[in-house]
């Protein structure tokens, strides 16, 4: 059983279902691809919203379950073994759940480590450099004199969603015919590139094919729909 004593961060937001497992998050492109896997295996859990716009990251309850002050992060009461897991980064945690659930990872080793690839791809390289763009193009960076580093995010998010492009070229998703969480982790940074950002036209988005019909084929997933507006 969860409980605050284990798990401070639940002084602060308690579990009023400690059966289930806790995400703390909010729905950014990070926070979201938890929340959206979630909803496509069906687990129960109970979401509670981190406001990072008042750093509540940055508070020492948080903090106590990750020490690197992001969302998201979860607690399965029911980790492996039957003892309570705390995870953090979610990367590491779409490949938890997947593995927990047996679903939207491949079972075969290979197809396995090549849809790992794409998901590490992800991190180190997508939500970086989209994230610094937005920052550049619509946020506080806007104002800076120095347009080169605009540039440089502009000119590598571009890159990018080419080596994405090039990737989904006759295929429905990021490994062929099959969703998992390869497109799990991508989805919600390129949907916020061209909304939330504004970036569309820079990164020159309406020049690609199989992007946007892979977008348009994940955002009518129910679960994604939902997953995105998690936590309310």
Do not use: C
């Not at 979860?74 to 039957?82: A, K, L, M």
């Not at 084929?217 to 997953?227: D, E, H, K, N, T």
């Amino acid at each position: 059983m969860l409980d605050a004593t284990t798990f401070p961060i639940l002084g602060r937001w308690p579990a009023a279902h400690p059966d289930r497992l806790q995400l703390f998050s909010t729905p950014t492109p990070n926070g979201v691809k938890v929340s959206i896997l979630l909803e496509e295996i069906g687990l129960p859990y109970e979401a509670h919203r981190i406001d990072i716009g008042a750093n509540e990251t940055w508070t020492p309850e948080y903090l106590s379950l990750n020490p690197n002050g992001k969302i998201p992060a979860i607690i399965d009461p029911d980790g492996p073994g039957g003892k309570p897991l705390a995870l953090f980064e979610s990367g590491a945690i779409l490949v938890y759940l997947a593995e927990k659930a047996g679903r939207f990872i491949p079972a075969d080793p290979a197809a396995r480590y090549e849809t790992l690839q794409w998901v590490f791809f992800q991190m180190a390289a997508i939500g970086p450099m989209f994230g610094q763009l937005g920052f550049f193009h619509k946020f506080a960076g806007r104002e800076y004199e120095d347009k080169r580093p605009h540039e440089r995010y502009r000119a590598e998010t571009q890159r990018l969603l080419g080596v994405l492009e090039a990737r989904l070229a006759g295929r429905d998703w990021i490994m062929g015919t099959d969703y998992t969480i390869a497109d799990i982790a991508i989805l919600g940074w390129v949907r916020n590139l061209i909304g939330f950002y504004g970036a569309r036209d820079i990164v020159g988005y309406d020049a690609l094919k199989a992007v946007p019909a892979w977008l348009e084929r994940g955002l009518a997933r129910p679960a994604v729909q939902r997953g995105l507006t998690v936590p309310a």
